[in-house]
């Protein structure tokens, strides 16, 4: 069911999920099995729980295309060189939907099989605003280690008191701001409108986002706005072996 129409949010999203079986720490990982499924199929339905309309998985290779299918999922192959998710998505939107029928597009990472399905809601919701292009997801660091942690990516954020929606400034993996207050973990999880996906694609890579290795830069060098709302808790991403266990851990206490 897509969300009920509002005078300035896109009214006809579309999620769509990138997967690809080459990850260097963790090969073959949208196909781990996690509690009998998998990984990609758990992060499918926690798509589909967000109740946003059409979801699809766009696929590097055929064998995660079977896997999708399956289970009764949509899934569309896309080129296999692609160097970020970004560019899956975008491809997929276009074989999916030449004719522009979506207005916004949820990209939803195919390493969160314990995503809560408010949180695409809660990105989505950013777009309300019009000013708006993206929408984004962070919460309160609270392990002092991550801090300095260049794999936690933090988002420097512009709020009005007492909001838990803002504007992002910048995104660095390096510990910032500088002095007292709260650091905030971005979340890679992204809804974009669909004018703002196709101008982003269409942008060279930008000097800071070579730098930092976050491509979400590339939007901010070029003007476009990113907003970010704060969420509680971050969801498991599956990089490792080590977090493949403990997405089978989690997953597995739910359904006893």
């Given at each position: 069911m897509a969300p009920s129409p509002s005078d300035n949010g896109p009214v006809n999203p579309i999620?769509?999920?990138?997967?690809?079986?080459?990850?260097?720490?963790?090969?073959?990982k949208p196909l781990a099995d996690i509690v009998g499924a998998p990984?990609?199929?758990?992060?499918?339905r926690r798509a589909e729980e967000a109740a946003l309309g059409r979801v699809v998985v766009a696929c590097a290779e055929p064998e995660i295309a079977?896997?999708?299918?399956?289970?009764g999922g949509e899934a569309v192959l896309t080129r296999p060189d692609h160097q970020s998710g970004s560019d899956r998505i975008y491809e997929a939107l276009l074989r999916l939907d030449a004719g522009g029928q979506y207005d916004a597009v949820?990209?939803?990472q195919g390493d969160l099989p314990t995503l809560a399905p408010d949180l695409p809601r809660r990105a989505l919701g950013l777009l309300e605003n019009p000013a708006v292009d993206i929408g984004t997801l962070a919460t309160e660091i609270h392990v002092d280690?991550?801090?300095?942690?260049?794999n936690v990516v933090k988002a420097v954020v512009s709020y009005e008191a007492g909001a838990r929606d803002g504007r992002a400034l910048y995104f660095t993996?390096?510990?910032?701001?500088?002095g007292d207050g709260i650091l905030l973990h971005h979340i890679g999880l992204y809804a974009y409108r669909r004018a703002a996906?196709?101008?982003?694609i269409a942008l060279p890579a930008s000097p800071l986002e070579a730098r930092e290795r976050l491509e979400q830069l590339r939007a901010l060098e070029a003007g476009m706005r990113i907003d970010v709302t704060l969420v509680d808790t971050v969801p498991l991403g599956v990089d490792t072996p080590r977090d493949l266990e403990q997405a089978r851990n989690i997953l597995g206490a739910q359904e006893t």
């Amino acid at each position: 069911m897509a969300p009920s129409p509002s005078d300035n949010g896109p009214v006809n999203p579309i999620i769509i999920i990138p997967a690809r079986l080459k990850s260097q720490r963790l090969p073959n990982k949208p196909l781990a099995d996690i509690v009998g499924a998998p990984m990609i199929v758990h992060v499918l339905r926690r798509a589909e729980e967000a109740a946003l309309g059409r979801v699809v998985v766009a696929c590097a290779e055929p064998e995660i295309a079977e896997a999708v299918t399956a289970v009764g999922g949509e899934a569309v192959l896309t080129r296999p060189d692609h160097q970020s998710g970004s560019d899956r998505i975008y491809e997929a939107l276009l074989r999916l939907d030449a004719g522009g029928q979506y207005d916004a597009v949820i990209n939803i990472q195919g390493d969160l099989p314990t995503l809560a399905p408010d949180l695409p809601r809660r990105a989505l919701g950013l777009l309300e605003n019009p000013a708006v292009d993206i929408g984004t997801l962070a919460t309160e660091i609270h392990v002092d280690s991550e801090c300095e942690d260049p794999n936690v990516v933090k988002a420097v954020v512009s709020y009005e008191a007492g909001a838990r929606d803002g504007r992002a400034l910048y995104f660095t993996r390096a510990r910032a701001p500088s002095g007292d207050g709260i650091l905030l973990h971005h979340i890679g999880l992204y809804a974009y409108r669909r004018a703002a996906l196709e101008r982003f694609i269409a942008l060279p890579a930008s000097p800071l986002e070579a730098r930092e290795r976050l491509e979400q830069l590339r939007a901010l060098e070029a003007g476009m706005r990113i907003d970010v709302t704060l969420v509680d808790t971050v969801p498991l991403g599956v990089d490792t072996p080590r977090d493949l266990e403990q997405a089978r851990n989690i997953l597995g206490a739910q359904e006893t």
